[in-house]
């Protein structure tokens, strides 16, 4: 009789504590999960217009460049939030004009457009040093698939400089954001590897946002990115939400 009373104690226990890690692994924040941005897979094209007039490429491929670094996401069961933290980081599609500062010359840039002023002749727009960022509230997740335009993107770093016959100089993007607004749906993928207990967690962000900033006496310029950014993450043993701990959370 009192070993029948120990078991039931014992198994009303063990059904109580796996109700508090069910409940705890349902509702408790985890630590972001950082994902590695896959260059081959992460292409972002800029459009826009420069004082109302649309920016065009200098050259061959000098709107369009990839892109290394990181972001972080949380992932919980039906959820992913970006953090901020991560650095989306541009690579140079090439040497375009004007130079660092808005100096005469060209230079490594991450991209290269253009304006036609008409009499006022060809005005040129470089930027360089861009690393980019994204944010967002819990966005509902559903058979791997989420709503990207709840997501926000915003610059850490970056530089504008521009060259014209009326002016030169350069622009600080720092702390310019947007929504994602009209992005398709993003992704998240993850191959299970259950003898080991680990897995790998692809995270697809497509990207559709737009940065505003104001060029010094020639007017507003509205840089619209298209493409995505796509980063992977691996697991260790326990880890269910890829932040690299093991803990209630998982």
Same mark, same amino acid.
């Given at each position: 009789?009192?070993?029948?009373?120990?078991?039931?104690?014992?198994?009303?226990?063990?059904?109580?504590?796996?109700?508090?890690?069910?409940?705890?692994?349902?509702?408790?924040?985890?630590?972001?999960?950082?994902?590695?941005?896959?260059? +081959?897979?992460? +292409?972002?094209? %800029?459009?826009?217009?420069?004082?109302?007039?649309?920016?065009? /490429? /200098?050259?061959?491929?000098?709107?369009?460049?990839?892109?290394?670094?990181?972001?972080?996401?949380?992932?919980?069961?039906?959820?992913?939030?970006?953090?901020?933290?991560?650095?989306?980081?541009?690579?140079?599609?090439?040497?375009? !004009?004007?130079?660092?500062?808005?100096?005469?010359?060209?230079?490594?840039?991450?991209?290269?457009?253009?304006?036609? $002023?008409?009499?006022?002749?060809?005005?040129?727009?470089? %930027?360089?040093?861009? !690393?980019?960022?994204?944010?967002?509230?819990?966005?509902?997740?559903?058979?791997?698939?989420?709503?990207?335009?709840?997501?926000?993107? %915003?610059?850490?770093?970056?530089?504008?400089?521009?060259?014209? +016959?009326?002016?030169?100089?350069?622009?600080?993007?720092?702390?310019?954001?947007?929504?994602?607004?009209?992005?398709?749906?993003?992704?998240?993928?993850?191959?299970?590897?259950?003898?080991?207990?680990?897995? +790998?967690?692809?995270?697809?962000?497509?990207?559709?946002?737009?940065?505003?900033?104001?060029? /010094?006496?020639?007017?507003?310029?509205?840089? /619209?990115?298209?493409?995505? $950014?796509?980063?992977?993450?691996?697991?260790?043993?326990?880890?269910?939400?890829?932040?690299?701990?093991?803990?209630?959370?998982?």
């Amino acid at each position: 009789m009192g070993e029948t009373r120990n078991s039931l104690i014992r198994s009303t226990m063990v059904r109580s504590c796996a109700g508090l890690v069910t409940l705890l692994g349902s509702t408790a924040l985890a630590n972001p999960a950082t994902f590695t941005i896959d260059p +081959t897979a992460t +292409t972002v094209t %800029i459009s826009g217009t420069l004082a109302g007039l649309p920016i065009t /490429q /200098q050259g061959p491929g000098s709107l369009t460049t990839t892109y290394f670094g990181a972001i972080r996401a949380e992932l919980a069961p039906g959820a992913v939030r970006f953090v901020q933290g991560g650095n989306a980081v541009a690579n140079n599609s090439g040497s375009w !004009q004007p130079a660092p500062g808005g100096a005469a010359g060209s230079a490594p840039a991450n991209y290269g457009g253009q304006v036609n $002023f008409g009499l006022l002749g060809i005005g040129r727009l470089a %930027i360089r040093n861009l !690393q980019v960022d994204a944010f967002s509230d819990p966005i509902p997740l559903a058979s791997g698939s989420f709503a990207a335009s709840q997501a926000n993107v %915003i610059a850490n770093t970056g530089t504008a400089d521009f060259r014209s +016959t009326l002016l030169t100089g350069s622009e600080d993007l720092a702390g310019s954001s947007g929504p994602n607004s009209d992005a398709g749906p993003g992704s998240l993928a993850i191959a299970a590897n259950p003898a080991a207990g680990t897995g +790998t967690a692809t995270l697809t962000l497509p990207i559709r946002a737009t940065l505003i900033t104001d060029v /010094q006496g020639i007017g507003q310029a509205v840089i /619209q990115f298209n493409g995505q $950014f796509r980063g992977r993450v691996s697991s260790i043993g326990g880890d269910a939400n890829f932040d690299t701990i093991v803990d209630l959370a998982d």
